[in-house]
């Protein structure tokens, strides 16, 4: 996966590749990716939380997000080969939504995307890929001057103890 901000849009444009050698192009909204840093955030959290103190899993969660920017940056593996089954535009994102699935001491997520055009993506990722694309959102979007100061909260309070729908 990748992201850009295009300005044009102000909106990110991500990139997603998959096993079938596919690449996704998404659109995603300033208010969706704010929101999505800060479910994604919680989520962490609340792994965190389950074996240390608030304290520490905040400081373990910061520490997660440096070390990711410290990691050695592999070479893009896109293609430019690639099927895009959804065409070569982008599709805007409707909502994201994010479910724990265990397995066994592992952590995974399955991420539905609702798009535009009302078709669903679904893809299942590990704990450390939702904090990968959480710094790559972050990274993006504070390129692109958007913060979590900048936008309102327009909706109700995101809970990281079950299931939420990211508008």
């Known amino acids: 996966f990748n992201a850009l901000y295009i300005s044009e849009e102000d909106r990110l444009m991500l990139r997603l590749n998959t096993l079938k050698n596919e690449e996704i192009r998404l659109w995603l909204t300033r208010l969706l990716c704010i929101k999505f840093l800060t479910y994604s955030e919680n989520k962490s959290l609340a792994s965190l939380n ?16 440096e070390a990711l920017l410290l990691e050695p940056k592999q070479p893009s593996p896109f ?32 991420i539905t995307f609702n798009l535009k055009t009302n078709q669903k993506l679904k893809y299942i990722i590990s704990d450390k890929d939702l904090d990968s694309i959480r710094m790559l959102l ?3 979007s504070s390129k692109a001057n958007w913060t979590q100061k900048n936008i309102t909260n327009s909706s109700e309070p995101v809970t990281s103890n079950q299931s939420h729908p990211i508008h």
Request: charged share 20%.
């Open 50 to 65: 389950s074996t240390h103190s608030a304290s520490d899993a905040k400081a373990i969660d910061h520490f997660k997000q």
């Open 138 to 140: 972050s990274t993006v």
């Open 79 to 110: 293609n430019l080969n690639l099927k895009l089954p959804l065409g070569p535009n982008p599709i805007l994102i409707h909502d994201i939504i994010i479910e724990d699935r265990p397995v066994n001491t592992q952590r995974f997520y399955d």
